[in-house]
C-alpha cells in the first residue's frame, strides 16, 4: 500500500504501503538531519558494525535522494522515519522530496534529484508514465536507482517491494475462511498502482474460486485516502448492504471502509478485511465493534530501512541482486486482541516474522532496531 504505506507501484505499497496516504501534509523536501527525532514508534536504535566502511562510505557521508510519491498516512510516515534512521546510522547524507501524491511534481522531484550530486536515488512509489524518463536519465548518468513498488524495465535499476501476491494470498484466505462460498462481497481498490493492481489479480482468482458476487468496486487515491472513500463506500453499501464482507488491499482503504460500514450501521453483518500494518491500524482494528477483522502486512519502518540498506550495498558494489522482497504476515483481529496488541513495537514482539534484519546487510553495516 504497504505496504503498503501509493504509486504506479505497490503502494508504498504499500503501502505501497499498501500501502497509506493519511491526512498528513509533509514538506516538499526535506533534509534527513532530523533522522533521528522518531521512527514511528520507540526511538529507534543501530547495532555495532564488526566490518571495515568499503568505497564510496569509507570517505565521510554518501549523499543520497529519497524521492516519494507520497509520504502522508500512518504506514508511509513509519517507512521514511525507517528509512531516515537508517541513513543515519550509515552516514548517508539523505535529501527527501515527497510530492504529496502529485504525479508531475514527483517527476520533477526526481529531476531535481538527479542534479542534486545524489550518489543514488530511491524512488518510492510513482507512475511510471510520468517517472520513467527521469529514472533513464538517472540511470545514464551513472546514479544508483533503487525503487521501491515501482514498476520499472530500466537495465541496472534495483526493485525492492513487499511480496504482494502473498500479501493478499494470506488475508484472503481468512476472508474465505470466514465468508464460506457463494458470499456476496464489496471491493475497494484503484487501478494502476504495481503493488494493487498484483492484489488485485489474487483477489480476482479468489472471488472465482469461491464463486463470490462481487457486488461493487469503489475507490481513489488522494492525499487524504481514507477521508475521501468513506462516500464512495457509503454509496455502495447503500445499493448493496447485503454484502457481507469487503476487501479493501490497502490500509487506507480499509480504513475508509471501516467508517463507512461504521457509518451505515453495517458493522455486524460486514467485515471488513485490509493489508498493510501501522499503528492506527492496530487501533481501528481492535477498537470494540471494529468491522475490520484481518489485514496482512510488512512491518514499514522495517521496510524502510532494508531500502535504505539495500541502497547502500549496491552503492558498495555489493548487492549482486536486481531484485529484493519483503516478506509479508496474515494478523487477525482475534490474534490482536488476545495478545492485547496495541501498537507496533508489541506486534513486532508477539510476530518476530515482521524483523527484517537479516536481510540486505552486512558486517559494516549498523542495522536499525525497530
Not at 477498537?287 to 532494508?306: L, M, Q, R
Request: glycine share 8%.
Amino acid at each position: 500500500m504497504p505496504r503498503t504505506r501509493l504509486p504506479r507501484t505497490r503502494l508504498p505499497l504499500a503501502a505501497l504501503s499498501l500501502a497509506s496516504l493519511g491526512a498528513l501534509v509533509l514538506s516538499g523536501c526535506s533534509q534527513s538531519t532530523d533522522a533521528s527525532k522518531d521512527t514511528g514508534d520507540t526511538a529507534a536504535s543501530a547495532s555495532a558494525v564488526t566490518g571495515k566502511k568499503p568505497a564510496p562510505f569509507s570517505a565521510g557521508a554518501v549523499k543520497v535522494a529519497l524521492v516519494r510519491q507520497s509520504g502522508a498516512g500512518d504506514y508511509f510516515e513509519q517507512w521514511g522515519n525507517g528509512a531516515k534512521a537508517q541513513a543515519k546510522a550509515l552516514g548517508i547524507d539523505l535529501t527527501v522530496y515527497d510530492a504529496q501524491a502529485d504525479n508531475a511534481k514527483q517527476a520533477t522531484d526526481l529531476s531535481s534529484a538527479i542534479n542534486s550530486g545524489a550518489k543514488a536515488i530511491i524512488i518510492d512509489h510513482g507512475f511510471p508514465a510520468t517517472i520513467q524518463p527521469e529514472i533513464d536519465k538517472a540511470v545514464q548518468k551513472g546514479i544508483k536507482v533503487v525503487v521501491y513498488d515501482v514498476e520499472t524495465a530500466t537495465k541496472g535499476v534495483v526493485s525492492t517491494k513487499q511480496d504482494d501476491a502473498s500479501m493478499a494470498k494470506a488475508v484472503l484466505d481468512v476472508m474465505a475462511k470466514d465468508l464460506g462460498k457463494n458470499a456476496k462481497v464489496g471491493y475497494v481498490n484503484v487501478a494502476g498502482y504495481a503493488a494493487l493492481d498484483k492484489r488485485d489479480s489474487v483477489w480476482k482468482g479468489t472471488v472465482d474460486n469461491n464463486a463470490w458476487k462481487q457486488e461493487f468496486k469503489v475507490g481513489k487515491v488522494t492525499d487524504s485516502t481514507a477521508t475521501d472513500n468513506v462516500p464512495l463506500v457509503s454509496a455502495a453499501l447503500t445499493q448493496h448492504s447485503d454484502v457481507t464482507g469487503v476487501f479493501a488491499p490497502y490500509d487506507e482503504l480499509a480504513k475508509g471502509t471501516v467508517l463507512a460500514v461504521q457509518n451505515k450501521k453495517l458493522q455486524d453483518k460486514v467485515k471488513v478485511f485490509g493489508a498493510d500494518v501501522s499503528n492506527a491500524d492496530i487501533q481501528q482494528m481492535t477498537a470494540a465493534g471494529s468491522p475490520w477483522v484481518a489485514t496482512a502486512g510488512t512491518d514499514p519502518s522495517a521496510v524502510g530501512a532494508a531500502v535504505v540498506r539495500t541502497t547502500a550495498l549496491e552503492l558498495a558494489g555489493q548487492l549482486n541482486k536486481t531484485s529484493v522482497q519483503f516478506p509479508a504476515v496474515a494478523i487477525t483481529q482475534d490474534f490482536l486482541r488476545k495478545n492485547k496488541i496495541g501498537n507496533m513495537d508489541q506486534l513486532r514482539e508477539a510476530l518476530p516474522a515482521l524483523n527484517l534484519a537479516q536481510v540486505s546487510t552486512a558486517d559494516w553495516i549498523s542495522n536499525v532496531a525497530h
